[in-house]
């Protein structure tokens, strides 16, 4: 049981370049977010999904594009790079909780992405 | 939105001493806080949480409490180990985790 996998776990790429970033989990999970953390501003909600399909915005999506082609797989995309969204990226998947609506987050180990 | 701020930034404390985090947030319908570490070159990891029918909650040497009138809560770590050093974050939310805000992080470090 991996968890929370992503892939690469480091990418450098200059301005303009294009890349995506894979998220796999094996927990079943139908929740999957992808959050970045830059120093002093904790963790911020990018795109998030409630399942295979389905993909919504969150707090910071400009720049972004997701897809949730597979319930298992989410994947962030960044069409045309730029210096300001060097940052360290992390995925994370959440069960379906009851009634409460919040459930524990799992994270991977992240990608550390820099644009020159 | 909801606002989370979370101090201190740094903490150091002495191996066996206590260590504190607060956090304070500005949504009075925010109803779940849960406490995140994050180890170096790792992703957070869920420690405890709390919801906002309890006021406090313990799970051995780690306890959060809440105090939904003043709209803070704290992080509470008794008896430090070296292994408790890392960086600790906060979040508040208030329906689901698609809404949840986190603390900017407390990095704390246990000296043995």
């Known amino acids: 049981n991996a968890g929370v996998t992503q892939t690469p776990k480091f990418r450098v790429l200059k301005t303009g370049q294009s890349m995506t970033l894979l998220c796999a989990q094996d927990?079943?999970?139908?929740?999957m977010y992808w959050y970045r953390q830059d120093p002093g501003m904790g963790l911020r909600l990018i795109h998030y999904?409630?399942?295979?399909?389905?993909?919504a915005k969150g707090e910071v999506p400009d720049g972004y594009n997701v897809s949730r082609l597979k319930k298992q797989n989410f994947l962030l995309g960044l069409e045309s790079a730029a210096p300001s969204q060097t940052s360290v990226y992390f995925c994370?998947?959440?069960?379906?909780?009851?009634?409460?609506?919040?459930?524990?987050?799992?994270f991977g180990n992240g990608t550390r992405l820099t644009v020159t | 939105g909801e606002n989370v701020e979370q101090h201190p930034s740094t903490l150091s404390v002495q191996e066996g001493d206590s260590a504190v985090i607060k956090c304070t947030y500005s949504?009075?319908?925010?109803?779940?806080f849960p406490w995140y570490k994050q180890e170096l070159g790792k992703g957070p990891q869920l420690i405890i949480d709390?919801?906002?029918?309890?006021g406090e909650k313990k799970d051995q040497r780690i306890a959060v409490t809440l105090n939904k009138t003043a709209k803070h809560f704290s992080l509470h770590i008794t008896e430090t180990q070296p292994e408790d050093s890392a960086v600790y974050f906060c979040?508040?939310?208030?329906?689901?985790?698609?809404?949840?805000?986190f603390g900017a992080g407390t990095r704390l470090t246990v000296k043995p």
């Open positions: 994370a998947s959440s069960y379906l909780e009851g009634t409460t609506h919040n459930s524990p987050l799992h």
């Open positions: 927990m079943n999970h139908e929740y």
């Open positions: 999904s409630v399942g295979e399909g389905t993909t």
């Open positions: 949504d009075s319908a925010s109803n779940y």
């Open positions: 709390i919801r906002s029918n309890v």
């Open positions: 979040a508040a939310s208030i329906y689901n985790n698609n809404d949840m805000r």
